[in-house]
T-cell receptor, first 116, second 114 residues
């Protein structure tokens, strides 16, 4: 069965600093992996996804994530944090893996705070 | 930009009461979902719906839960007799297809059961 672990429920960075949000997955089949973001009082929005093409995936708002099979990781990064990045970030894996999306299995989320 | 809308944004109910959470998915989407997030816990899959029937449901989605698409636009989640542990944020989502991985989520409906 697929699962996702997000290390750190809360990450705080200074504006302009590197953002690194960690996600490790467990999957018995080649996974589809996703990062969603939830801004305050809004729904979940897809940031980026990995679907077995390029291992470095670029998303919206300058975020990117690298799929590392050997480490079973899909960490989310952004070189320079902006105040508007403050939100909760969810890593998710498809419960099918491989060719069809199936249903999403989410991590517990990481709340990102950005200090001026 | 088209979006998924949910009502109500917050509902408080007494244990044992019936609750209906409403969702209007994006108009050309074909697949519909309900997820929930109990405070401090993971977002969990409840049910998916396609072609006017449930395509998959989780263990959480027991006989107290039902979904319906009563007309061409609404997608509802009914909890027949609410329990304290049903208190959560319920998210509706829709997608145009299942292989892209992109679900479009609503803002959520917070249910508080007293």
């Amino acid at each position: 069965a697929q699962s996702v672990t997000q290390l750190g429920s809360h990450v705080s960075v200074s504006e302009g600093a590197l953002v690194l949000l960690r996600c490790n997955y467990s999957s018995s089949v080649p996974p589809y992996l996703f990062w969603y973001v939830q801004y305050p009082n809004q729904g979940l929005q897809l940031l980026l996804k990995y679907t077995s093409a390029a291992t470095l995936v670029k998303g919206i708002n300058g975020f990117e994530a690298e799929f590392k099979k050997s480490e079973t990781s899909f960490h989310l990064t952004k070189p320079s944090a902006h105040m508007s990045d403050a939100a909760e970030y969810f890593c998710a894996v498809s419960d099918r893996g491989g060719g069809s999306q199936g249903n999403l299995i989410f991590g517990k989320g990481t709340k990102l705070s950005v200090k001026p | 930009e088209p979006e998924v809308t949910q009502t109500p944004s917050h509902q408080v109910t007494q244990m044992g009461q019936e609750v209906i959470l409403r969702c209007v998915p994006i108009s050309n989407h074909l697949y519909f979902y309900w997820y929930r997030q109990i405070l401090g816990q993971k977002v969990e899959f409840l049910v998916s719906f396609y072609n006017n029937e449930i395509s998959e449901k989780s263990e959480i989605f027991d006989d107290q839960f039902s979904v319906e698409r009563p007309d061409g636009s609404n997608f509802t989640l009914k909890i027949r007799s609410t329990k304290l542990e049903d208190s959560a944020m319920y998210f509706c989502a829709s997608s145009i297809r299942t292989d892209t991985g992109e679900l479009f989520f609503g803002e959520g409906s917070r249910l508080t059961v007293l």
